[in-house]
Nanobody, 124 residues
């Protein structure tokens, strides 16, 4: 069974850091791009970052997080990480990971196998 499970969320003060983990199982992680998305209360889900499969290891970031967040992957551990620094209250959301063949556009309908999410709350 293909599964993605997020962890690492929590409550942090503005300016703090968190590292989210997306644990993959049931498929070969390095055949897929992995994306991080978030959804705040009353808002639509938005793409945060994605990282390509092993072939080129390119990464993409939303403008709102560029320079503060870093995505990385450890294919041997079937895990993708999202290091979040300089957190702001507007980063508060449920964060999800998903897989796709390509890390090209966050709005591709082919993102699939969404995890249950992990809550990130940033206090001011």
């Amino acid at each position: 069974e293909v599964k993605l499970v997020e962890s690492g969320g929590g409550l942090v003060q503005a300016g703090g850091s968190l590292r989210l983990t997306c644990a993959a199982s049931g498929f070969t992680l390095d055949d897929y791009a992995i994306g991080w998305f978030r959804q705040a209360p009353g808002k639509e889900r938005e793409g945060v970052s994605c990282i390509s499969s092993r072939s080129d290891d390119g990464a993409k970031y939303a403008s709102s997080v560029k320079g503060r967040f870093t995505i990385s992957r450890d294919n041997a551990k079937n895990t993708v990480y999202l290091q979040m620094n300089s957190l702001k209250p507007e980063d508060t959301a449920i964060y999800y990971c998903a897989r796709d063949i390509w890390c090209s556009r966050f709005d591709r309908p082919t993102w699939e196998n969404w995890g249950p999410g992990t809550q990130v709350t940033v206090s001011s």
